[in-house]
């Protein structure tokens, strides 16, 4: 999750890759509703609420380094747009009851034509760690990736010492495949990732025989 991209053209595939149909959230993303998240599409008026809930110290440690600015929220937003418009990736706004502010995002990227393979990420406001958040949303984006946009395979990195990362992906199913040594750049720094994965099959097993799951409409 610390390789999704937050700067327009920055780990993300061109046009030409995309090789994937219109369909009806190419156009626009449908809204994704849990028991107290929903996820929508990001708008250019989250950017002030994005700035301050992922620039934070903690909330950055492990991801690529999101904009620096509010305007460079606005552009990251503009861009998410056309590349979900090209069909080569999706970024959902995460909200919670009583206020519709993004508080977070999900991300899910194609790794080459279609959404065959795929990426994952995941970043919130440290103000919601801990209150179950993740988790609803987490379900609500593991069903659109693997019904809507038919990933086989969804793939995420999470650097070795991000505890918490690692643990919210093991919560949701993700199996630890390998360890990438030094292959992620951070402050001048080269980490360890573990590459973890979730496979269709595993996702419909897990869902088979989990209690029911919030709703997405």
Not at 50 to 58: I, K, P, Y
Not at 122 to 128: K, M, N, R
Request: with cysteine.
């Amino acid at each position: 999750m610390e390789n999704m991209p937050y700067r327009p053209g920055v780990h993300a595939p061109s046009q030409a890759m995309c090789g994937v149909t219109t369909s009806d959230w190419q156009r626009a993303l449908p809204v994704l509703r849990g028991r107290t998240v929903a996820l929508r599409e990001l708008r250019a008026s989250d950017a002030a609420s994005l700035f301050a809930m992922l620039s934070t110290e903690e909330v950055s440690r492990f991801i690529n380094p999101p904009p620096s600015t509010v305007a460079g929220f606005e552009q990251f937003i503009a861009w998410t747009h056309r590349q979900r418009a090209a069909g080569a990736y999706v970024c959902f706004a995460v909200t919670v009851a009583g206020l519709d502010e993004a508080i977070g995002i999900f991300q899910v990227r194609q790794l080459g034509a279609g959404f065959d393979v795929a990426e994952w990420g995941f970043a919130l406001g440290s103000a919601f760690w801990g209150t179950g958040t993740f988790a609803e949303g987490a379900a609500l984006v593991l069903g659109f990736a693997f019904e809507t946009l038919h990933v086989r395979r969804l793939e995420a990195r999470a650097a070795v010492l991000n505890g918490r990362g690692s643990g919210a992906l093991l919560k949701v199913g993700a199996v630890p495949e390998a360890t990438l040594r030094q292959s992620f750049l951070r402050r001048g720094q080269r980490l360890d990732q573990t590459l973890y994965a979730i496979l269709d099959t595993d996702w419909r097993a897990r869902r088979a025989n989990a209690p029911a799951l919030p709703s997405v409409n």
